[in-house]
């Protein structure tokens, strides 16, 4: 009996440090309760973003109005229950990413907060979005601008330690519709990759994903509707060139006319734009067409006063170099808008 006694004493004190050894060796790589993977080993999240409609891209607000749709899917081995068909459960039931889209403005999520699990754990995510994305806008080309437009999306409450966004592959459905409802412009590019980003300036980066389009705005708008009509305005207020400088009453006439009407498109085409701290080219423009229609009011104002002083002949001579001069002027203006 003591023998017994001695031998399962002896075992208990051998066996003990292995016992406790293999609990701790079992805690360092079990799950934490919550999370999919074990601790220290990042959460692999496949995303995809299809752009489903682009309804407005607004200048003057600095944002776009789209109807997005997003799906996530990730592995989670603890749901796995193999041989059973897939099963829907609540979002917040399970772990996941927590995504939150970086730009939004005023958004709606349209779809039940639902995963769809299979039963190899694979669980999917899927949520359309409609609203207003804010997006800076570089607008010193206006109206011959391109535009980077995009969706950002981030996990806020998680590190890089935890979650990881991984590339979409082949089979992806990101991408974007190819006929969208925004009537004045043209998706040219698109792009969809995993990228970092910081909440805060100079604080802790987040994972996250981004979905970026650029768009091409349709130039015939503005040169139907701008262009066309403010250069037959500046070209208006060269009539005073070919009216005889004794006509002082109609040389004004025109050229005060010329100037009130630029002034007054001035005003209506200010509203297309936000009030930026930097020229665009449509600006240089309208500023290059009024310098033009006030040097034609201020050439009518001289010829006008040469004629009264009996200068009748100098008074014509500037008129007819005017007449060259002015043309060459506008023409250069006008190229260097296009492509400067």
């Not at 979409?168 to 409802?181: A, N």
């Not at 250069?231 to 005060?256: D, K, N, R, Y």
Request: proline letters at 5%; hydrophobic letters at 50%.
């Amino acid at each position: 009996m003591k023998k017994a006694v001695s031998l399962f004493s002896l075992l208990g004190v051998l066996g003990l440090p292995l016992v406790l050894g293999m609990a701790l060796s079992s805690e360092a790589f079990s799950y934490d309760g919550s999370r999919p993977d074990p601790v220290g080993t990042p959460t692999k999240v496949r995303l995809e973003v299809f752009v489903i409609d682009v309804d407005e891209i607004n200048s003057s607000d600095q944002n776009f109005t789209a109807n997005v749709a997003i799906k996530a899917t990730w592995k989670d081995a603890g749901l796995a229950r193999e041989g059973t068909p897939a099963r829907l459960k609540p979002l917040d039931e399970v772990w996941n990413p927590g995504l939150q889209i970086l730009n939004q403005q005023l958004i709606w999520g349209t779809m039940p907060k639902k995963v769809k699990i299979k039963s190899d754990g694979t669980v999917t995510y899927t949520q359309r979005f409609f609203g207003k994305f804010s997006n800076p806008l570089n607008l010193r080309s206006f109206p011959f601008d391109h535009q980077k437009l995009s969706v950002r999306v981030v996990a806020t409450l998680l590190t890089h330690d935890e979650i990881k966004f991984v590339d979409s592959d082949k089979k992806s459905l990101s991408g974007i519709s190819e006929k969208l409802s925004v009537p004045d412009w043209k998706v040219v590019h698109w792009s969809a990759k995993p990228k970092a980003w910081e909440l805060v300036r100079g604080g802790l980066s987040r994972p996250g994903f981004e979905f970026q389009f650029v768009a091409q705005r349709h130039v015939s708008y503005f040169i139907l509707k701008v262009f066309i009509p403010l250069i037959m305005i500046v070209m208006m207020s060269w009539v005073v060139f070919w009216l005889e400088p004794s006509q002082a009453g109609t040389q004004i006439s025109v050229a005060v006319t010329s100037m009130l009407t630029l002034i007054a498109y001035r005003f209506l085409l200010g509203t297309l734009l936000p009030p930026v701290s930097y020229m665009t080219r449509m600006d240089y423009f309208i500023l290059g067409s009024t310098a033009l229609v006030f040097a034609a009011f201020i050439e009518s104002v001289i010829t006008v006063r040469l004629a009264a002083g009996n200068r009748a002949t100098i008074a014509n001579r500037i008129d007819w170099y005017c007449r060259w001069i002015f043309p060459i002027w506008f023409v250069a203006l006008v190229v260097g808008v296009r492509f400067v």
